[in-house]
């Protein structure tokens, strides 16, 4: 439960997942080319909004983003070292919300079974990896940059409600 070790980190890691999701769901429509609906795009950003949330939960992305800030001789709240914080976390939450996102929209979708079915199509797994190894490219910039923005904002949203951004868990906190 990395993101629960104080309230800063809690209220930023929901404020990005929550803006992520739903970014991520709206370009898995339009990147995959499939019809716009609203049960759909609802369906994209619960799904993305839970693999998003449960990443950050479990994998301590800041600390190990921190870590490599340290061994790359990085000083915090650089921008190197702030690029290197996004590329980390999105390289994460990306990767698990494509894989999930993918396999939702293919494995669940009728007219991809019926091609496959016919013939017309080569197997559904197939078609997920192809379409993971499409998306991710292009949802890991999108999301690269977004998540850049949301998070600055974030900051300064959860510094508001909490004051104190640092706390003595805070990775900023550890020795260099």
């Not at 799904?47 to 001789?73: E, K, V, Y």
């Not at 706390?167 to 260099?176: A, G, K, L, V």
Request: proline share 5%; with cysteine.
């Amino acid at each position: 439960m990395n993101f629960y070790k104080n309230h800063v980190g809690m209220i930023i890691a929901s404020i990005v997942a929550l803006c992520l999701s739903l970014m991520m769901a709206t370009a898995a429509i339009f990147v995959d080319h499939l019809a716009f609906t609203v049960p759909l795009w609802i369906k994209n950003w619960g799904t993305a909004f839970l693999t998003i949330s449960i990443t950050g939960m479990i994998l301590p992305m800041t600390d190990w983003a921190f870590a490599l800030g340290r061994r790359l001789h990085l000083t915090p709240n650089t921008l190197p070292h702030i690029l290197l914080e996004n590329f980390v976390a999105t390289f994460f939450f990306n990767t698990a919300a494509c894989l999930v996102l993918a396999a939702v929209n293919i494995f669940a979708n009728e007219s991809i079974a019926a091609a496959v079915a016919a013939g017309a199509a080569p197997s559904v797994s197939a078609i997920f990896w192809s379409t993971f190894l499409r998306d991710w490219p292009i949802m890991f910039v999108l999301a690269f940059i977004f998540a850049f923005i949301v998070t600055k904002i974030a900051v300064k949203i959860a510094g508001k409600i909490v004051g104190e951004l640092e706390t003595e868990t805070s990775p900023q906190r550890q020795p260099h």
